[in-house]
């Protein structure tokens, strides 16, 4: 569906024509936004940290925790936000979930993964030297 588009009708009797949900030719005519604290009815209410959006479909979806919290945690509060009991529909567009905190960074998965295969981002060292 974001890759490839959706198939619709205006009409009965019409014939179908592609809408592409996302300019991959163009992405600078995309429309990006970030939310925060979005709330996600269902069975039950969530509300993700920050999600992102591209056209207004979410495709990202960050959890975030404070140092004395796990990374951990905020993975498996996703995955939990994934299941059919909770909030699944939501979850159909996204496409990357990430958790972090301050003392242990970010990690990041696909929607669907498991907290044992979730990557950890590298940070690049940054040194500075004093010129005279």
């Known amino acids: 569906m974001l890759r490839y588009g959706v198939s ?7 014939n179908t024509e592609t809408i592409k949900l996302i300019n991959w030719e163009e992405p600078t005519e995309n429309d990006f936004a970030i939310a925060e604290e979005v709330t996600v009815c269902g069975n039950y209410t969530r509300r ?7 056209n207004g479909i979410a495709v990202g979806v960050l959890e975030l925790k404070n140092s004395r919290v796990s990374i951990g ?12 009991e909770f ?14 905190n301050d003392s242990e960074g970010m990690q990041y998965g696909s ?13 690049k060292s940054r040194t500075i030297h004093a010129t005279s």
């Open 8 to 14: 619709v009708k205006a009409e009965a009797g019409e």
């Open 48 to 54: 993700p940290d920050i999600v992102l959006y591209v």
């Open 73 to 84: 945690d905020g993975i498996r509060q996703s995955i939990s936000n994934q299941q059919p």
């Open 87 to 100: 909030n699944a529909p939501f979850f159909s567009t996204v496409q990357f979930i990430f958790a972090g």
């Open 111 to 123: 929607i669907g993964t498991e907290e044992k295969y979730s990557f950890a981002g590298k940070r």
